[in-house]
């Protein structure tokens, strides 16, 4: 959750409207600096490089981030707060790249997080930025993650490139004490199949995180064990993670040399974090091109409906014959009484 420095350079081709995106860390293409204010009961102390602030209800909060131009140009600074979201396989993202699961997080960072949306300095100019954090009459309980986020874009006219520089400020906001039975706990609502990056396939498997609590140091192992083929398995392990608050994510097993074997399967997902231990099972149908959870009941049935199927059909086939034998047992004697 320190400060960050990216560039995002977009490149624009004379025909058509291609893009393409790219994210490196270089300051020294940087077209501004700037330093956050920390204030004296910032947690932690003042020399972490992000906000890290207790907050209390129906009292507005100030803090501040300075900002300076060393450029002989005028620039067009603009800034937005981001909530802080998981990227897949662990990690947090300050820059907005995932879409924001309202389910989980339906009071966003805009709602309690104002900052001046543009700024603009003279060549040499410094300029004070004031940000203001108010929660409301009722103070949440436990944390939000976001960062504040301070771009200027800078195009260059003989390669028809778009340089965009983006510093985001770790905002760490604490309400009320999180308390250890209300924690609802890591939970997962699905699972697919999924070619990722670097054109590699895997099965992926949803998780969230349903608490406003960062999390962090957490280590998470998945197991998906065929039910039929006791040497057909699916794992992967995780650790040392980073986990945003109210978040979700995938945890990608990949299949690499592996290929997929349609069948039922048996998951155990253990997820160790510092606040708690938890072990999640489920049940996988996986076909050649996806995969799903079914409960117990499907489970049972699918694994013994080529069973329930023979034995129904061998019943049928009995009732079928002793029905043939009887109708021709009372034909014979039939026929034995007419002649």
């Known amino acids: 959750m320190l400060v960050m420095f990216s560039v995002i350079t977009v490149g624009r081709l004379s025909q058509g409207s291609v893009s393409a995106q790219k994210i490196v860390n270089d300051e020294s293409k940087a077209t501004f600096m700037l330093m956050p204010e920390l204030p004296k009961d910032n947690i932690g102390g003042n020399h972490l490089g992000y906000f890290n602030l207790k907050l209390s209800a129906d009292k507005t909060r100030q803090i501040r981030i300075k900002v300076y131009n060393p450029t002989d140009k005028v620039l067009s600074i603009t800034s937005e707060v981001k909530d802080a979201t998981t990227d897949d396989n662990g990690g947090i993202d300050y820059l907005g790249l995932h879409k924001i699961d309202r389910s989980l997080l339906p009071e966003v960072g805009n709602d309690i997080v104002k900052m001046p949306k543009n700024l603009k300095l003279k060549p040499n100019e410094t300029k ?18 976001m960062a504040l986020n301070l771009s200027s874009a800078e195009t260059d006219t003989k390669s028809s490139i778009n340089n965009k520089f983006v510093y985001a400020i770790g905002l760490v906001l604490n309400g009320t004490d999180l308390k250890k039975k209300e924690y609802k706990t890591i939970l997962s609502d699905g699972i697919k199949t999924r070619i990722i990056k670097d054109h590699k396939a895997a099965i992926s498997i949803k998780l969230k995180n349903p608490d406003p609590k960062f999390l962090s140091n957490v280590k998470v192992t998945a197991s998906l064990q065929n039910d039929k083929w006791h040497m057909i398995h699916y794992d992967n392990e995780l650790k040392n993670i980073k986990i945003a608050p109210n978040s979700s994510f995938y945890d990608d097993l990949l299949l690499s040399e592996l290929r997929l074997v349609p069948g039922l399967y048996k998951m155990t997902l253990n997820v160790k974090t510092d606040q708690y231990t938890k072990t999640i099972h489920k049940y996988v149908k996986i076909t050649s091109s ?22 129904l059909g061998g019943l049928i086939l009995i009732i079928i014959v002793t029905w043939l034998l009887i109708r021709r047992k009372r034909k014979r004697r039939l026929n034995a009484k007419i002649s």
């Open 290 to 311: 996806d995969a799903s959870y079914i409960n117990r009941n499907n489970y049972e049935y699918l694994k013994f409906r080529n069973i329930i199927l023979g034995v």
């Open 128 to 145: 004070w930025v004031t940000i203001k954090i108010n929660p409301g009459k009722t103070l949440f309980a436990g944390q939000k993650l």
